[in-house]
Structure formats: structure tokens, C-alpha cells
């Protein structure tokens, strides 16, 4: 049993890591977006587009990333979890 878990803590690692940057990616995506929006209403708009392009960038990656790593490291450790079935 302990052999298993340990066999499997790499993945449990990998999938801690990409999780937080997308979480963190997202967070700070959101919070340039708001940044954004408060720019453009107290007019400066070229600031708010830069700020908003930024924003989408960041937000982008954070999908990238949990598209790309997370939810095929999740899956492959369902994939571990399950019984085998005959």
C-alpha cells in the first residue's frame, strides 16, 4: 500500500503545482482585469487597453494551463485510483 502511494506522489505533485499557477494565473488575470475597468472609467483609456490585454493574456494561460496539465493529470489519476475491473 505504501508503495502505491509513493508510486503515485509524483503525479500528486505535478498535479499540486500546475493547480496552484493556474489558480494563481487566474487570481492575477482577474485582478488586472479589475485594474482594467477602474482605469478606463477614471479615463485613461490606453492604460485600460493595455491592462486589459494583459489581463486576458493572464487569464489565457490559466486556462491553458489547466486544460493542458492539470485535467490530464487528473484524469490519469482517476485512471490509477480506480479498481481494475473484469
Known sequence: MAAALLELLPMFLELFVFSLGAVGLSLTGAYVER??????QHGQPLLALWAAVMGAVALYFAYSLAIGRVAPTLAELADHSSPPTE
Request: proline share 0%; glycine share 0%; net charge neutral.
Open 35 to 40: 485594474f482594467a475597468v477602474a482605469t478606463a
